[in-house]
């Protein structure tokens, strides 16, 4: 392991690496179609959800449209899926509350005792391309414990621009290499590390469910940390 | 009191109203300059550094400079009185030092008490012209347990600017009735209200010790909470 001693803040991706999007998703739409009596191949919404997620990004990037929350970005695919899809039944009312199911992801099962004990020793805080109030409401429902929320949406920039991670930084009031991003993603921290932020690694082999491919299965590069999850985090950094 | 049943997140003006700046102040560089063999009449230092906070920030609000974070406001301030009142024997690390006071100072004794209650039942965050570097600073070290820390520095608008506060409930992707601005400063409240947030007052009557004018020692106007301080404020939201 590298020296860590300069690292003062964790900054953590949020969807797949903290929270379990699909299967949170999954149950979530399940059990409120059932409710409201619409039927849908939930899972299949939530997987053409996700695959359309980096390309309305992009979009964005690339600065063909201004600025878009990821919460309207969210709304404008579930919408185009709806229609694709032949889902009946959903009204204005039904589609803000499914939308807003990105706010009620659950935590893996290791995510909140790990973030607890990183706690103790360093600032905790997101860094994700949720906006912030997706970020804030998953927070309080899930009980995630951070010091401080931090989002794309605060510098404009969507993770991997280097913009994302720099700026993050900048508002700690701290050095890139005083922070380490911690993600379960190989592109993530290879983008952070050329910004020169500190990288920790762990895998969620189970994150996309049966689309999983062998992506993020394992560490692809010399993270400066790699563990098996975020408890095992919290033991390597001595928390 | 008002119907506050739309309210979903109380945001809370730091400096004053949840802090006790200048008695921190005091205490934190009297036992510096003790330690480190400087004298200096460090209340009067405090004193005019705090004078010196809104000339310092009506400069960037004018446009006459570009935004500058409070702590580097702070440090022209610094080094400017030290010049003034004439204080020897502080080089470049201790006045760094000296200036991340501000990182440091104490919570009033009711106020992580109140946050602790308030927080079962909302959103609870700053809305402080301190940066994000120094509120999450001050959060960790005085065990504030925000939320979500939100700052004059994420919108670049100081309070009073009404985007400070329009901005704020944005980033929540609240609407400004959603927000209550909490403060024990009418002229914060005022300008909260007129963008549409709600607004609460408790009152501190030593924020400025012996330099206390009848200012702010009562709520001046029909604000829809007035409490007696942070906890009693829990009680009448109902936490």
Redesign the interface.
Known sequence: MSDLSRVKALLFDVFGSVVDWRGSLIRDLTDYGRKIGVAADWALLVDEWRANYQPSMEQVRAGKRPWT?L?DLHRETLDMLIARLKIEGLDEAARRHVNLGWHRLDPWPDAVAGLTRLKRKY?I?TLSNG????L??M??RAGLPW???LSA??VRAYKPQPQSYLGAAE????APDEVMLCAAHNGDLAAARKCGLRTAFWPRPTEYGPRQTPRDLAADSDWDVVAADMVDLAARLGC
Chains 1, 2 share one sequence.
């Open positions: 929350k919460d600032v805080g906006n912030l109030g997706l804030a409401a927070a309080k010091d401080v929320i949406e605060l508002l700690l009031s701290m």
